[in-house]
């Protein structure tokens, strides 16, 4: 098929999957996979974020991230503490081991990123990043 004919969704996806996938070998010997990483690092930049709320990021189902984050716990890379607010909700936050996680591997998610960004001049670069981030808002 003509990639000039494709949707715009199926060119994001792509563009997504090909991201995706170098993200991968870069996380692959760390013993973290790519949504471990991903999910480490939106409760990063969000400490005590919900485990709902977390969810509706991630665009998962809760009960996945559940799982996900029961395994994150057993790793000791997550901790849950009960909701001020909602006794029935559960706050997340990193570790210093979690924390540590997310900051010694920002350096290969950023190499796998810039692989396929630099395949843009700078200028394309900047402009893709206003224009994702008007898609995406």
Known sequence: MNIAKQPLSFKLFKAYRRLRAMSKIQLRDKSITQDNYMTMHYIFENPGITQAELADINQKDRNV?????????EKKLVRRERGQKDRRSFCLYLTDAGASAVKKYWADVKRAEKKQINKLSEEEQKTFMVLLEKLTD
Request: proline letters at 0%; charged letters at 45%.
């Open 65 to 73: 991230i559940g799982k996900l984050i029961d395994k994150l716990e």
